[in-house]
């Protein structure tokens, strides 16, 4: 599912026009990665959270010419789903 799907489903039942579907789910984004941006946990009850995690240096080695490299520290985004999403999915 593409960013434009999720903007036709809003239109199918939402109705109004596409200009201002487009414009809902692009804010609903948007609100989602600054969020995730200032480090903060985001929680979509039902569906499930997003956690930023911080990933510190390690070694790690260039598989094309085997030398040690080192990895910088990085943040990284997790999802963990809810139990009702997992069971929605599993059943």
Do not use: H, W
């Not at 201002?20 to 200032?38: C, G, H, I, N």
């Not at 903060?40 to 499930?48: A, C, D, Q, S, V």
């Not at 260039?62 to 069971?87: C, K, Y």
Request: charged fraction near 30%; aromatic fraction near 6%; include cysteine.
């Amino acid at each position: 599912m593409t960013k434009a799907d999720i903007v036709e489903r809003v239109f199918l039942n939402a109705g109004g026009c596409k200009k201002d579907s487009v414009e809902l789910v692009e804010s609903v984004f948007s609100a989602m990665k600054e969020t995730l941006q200032r480090g903060e946990n985001l929680k979509i009850t039902g569906f499930g959270n997003f956690v930023v995690k911080a990933k510190s240096d390690r070694k790690g080695r260039n598989p094309q010419t085997g030398e040690t490299i080192t990895i910088e520290a990085r943040r990284i985004i997790s999802f963990m789903p809810s139990n009702v999403l997992r069971n929605a999915i599993n059943k």
